[in-house]
Every structure is written in C-alpha cells, then in structure tokens.
C-alpha cells in the first residue's frame, strides 16, 4: 500500500527510541521526511543518523523538553526552518509516576498535568498554524491502555490520559473541516528498552526470573507474543498517512487481543 507520504515532513516527539523510533522509522521507510525530538541531543542526533542511514530518508534531531513550552515552541520553529513545512505530528510523552491516590500532593498532580496532558496541548498548538495554512494534515498522540481499563496504581497517568484521548477527539471535531484529523494510538505490550527495564525491575522485585515473567506476560496475549516497535510504527503510519484519509477522532489498540473491552 502506498501511504502517500513520499516528501511529507513528521515532527515525532519521543522520536529517539522505542514506540516513537518505531512510527519514525516506518515514516523514513515509506519516504518521508522527519524530525526526531528528544530530551539528549546526543541521543537524539545519533538515533537521527541511523535511521537516515537505514531509509535513506531526510530524517534530523532535535532536543526539547515536553514540560516547556518555550523548548516545545523552539523545537517546531526550529524543524520549520530547516523543512520549510510540516504535515503530521506524533504527541509523546514520558508518564507519571507510580502510585494511588494517597499517594499525591498537589505539586504531584501538577507535574503530571504538564508532562502529559499540557505538553500535548502546546504541541498541537504548536502545530496548526502550519497545518491550517498548508490546507490541512495528520496528528497522532500515543496514549495508554488506560484511556480504556484504568491501571491499578497508575493514577495520575490514567487520569491525565484519559485527558488526552478526550482532547484529540474534540479536536478531531472541530478540525475536520480544516481537514487536520485527529487521532490516538495505543500500545500494548511491545517490546522496547523501557519494557525491558520494567521486567528486569519485576524480576528483582518479586524474586521470580525474568524468562518466567515475560512468559505469564505473553502467554496473557492471545496473540502468544510481544508487539514489536515495527508493528506498533506501521499502524502509527497508516494513521498519519493519507492512506487514513477518511479516519479522525478514533483510538486504535495495537496489543495483540488483549483488551477485552468492546469500545
């Protein structure tokens, strides 16, 4: 299938590893144009490099830190001079930090506001004058399984998520006829470096070996397996692309059948 995004530019915050790298490096590989950013420039650049070597595609780094929204307005203003346009953006984020309700203060609950529900709101933002003049283009923002099945212990994420999903889809309604859609990604167990770390500190925590955990974890998928960040790129592609044309406002699951709520 062709995407149509041969020559179109992708700003792709979180861009420098994991579900971010994924839809990056699916975005290169079909020919378009992006533009990683990351906290480490170093990371950042050197992510950059390889993908452009691996697809051959104009692909850049950038540093800029989500919960600052001069960084985040310098980090688009900087990919518009050197692309001179951009067509489709990925939102992406770091989550809050474990804990339950008793758990937070209100500094705690800000912090979370900003890092994921403000940074997206400044991102878009950041966005749409570019998107509007050019006649129209593509967001996409990577949530969390818990915009559908809340996660014991994950509150401020399942709250300030959930946030995020509600606001791709009144945006979606409301930029669809400036045909800028609007939609949200959900990841399930796919197999990053982050996922790694969080196996290795289950494995310290509860004693058990890591070969026993991710096979509970895997075989809890009907699928049998973990996602790959490939995977989990090409559906982010295919929404970004014109190949999604006719979708906007919608939260597409990628984890293998393992949600069981029906919407």
């Known amino acids: 299938m062709d995407l149509g995004i041969s020559s179109k530019v992708f700003i792709v915050a979180g861009g420098s590893k994991g579900l971010g790298y994924g839809i990056a490096s699916a975005l ?3 020919g378009g144009k992006v533009a990683l950013g990351a906290r480490d420039l170093a990371t950042t650049q050197r992510a950059a490099a390889s993908l452009a070597s691996e697809s051959q595609a104009e692909v850049r780094g950038y540093a800029f830190d989500a919960r600052d929204g001069a960084s985040i307005t310098a980090w688009v203003d900087a990919v518009l001079a050197d692309f001179g346009r951009i067509d489709g953006l990925v939102v992406n984020a770091g989550g809050p930090p474990f804990g339950v309700f008793d758990d937070f203060d209100d500094a705690d609950w ?8 403000l940074s997206s709101v400044r991102m878009i933002r950041g966005v749409l004058p570019t998107l509007r003049a050019q006649g129209g283009g593509s967001i996409l923002t990577l949530t969390s399984s818990s915009v559908k099945e809340p ?38 167990l796919v197999y990053t470096d982050r996922l790694k770390s969080l196996i290795e500190e289950k494995s310290a925590s509860l004693g058990q070996s890591e070969e026993d955990i991710k096979a509970a974890q895997q075989g809890a998928i009907p699928l049998g397996r973990y996602g790959t960040p490939d995977e989990f790129g090409r559906a982010g592609a295919f929404l ?18 393992t949600m069981k709520t029906v919407w």
């Open 110 to 117: 800000q912090a979370a506001f900003e890092l994921t529900l």
């Open 240 to 257: 970004l692309s014109e190949a999604a044309s006719y979708i906007t406002g919608e939260t597409l699951v990628v984890d293998g059948g």
């Open 151 to 188: 996660i014991d212990n994950l509150l401020l994420s399942n709250v300030m998520r959930s946030g995020v999903v509600s606001l791709a889809k009144s945006l979606s309604q409301q930029l669809a006829p400036e045909k800028i859609r609007v939609n949200n990604l959900v990841p399930g």
């Open 28 to 30: 290169a590989a079909d």
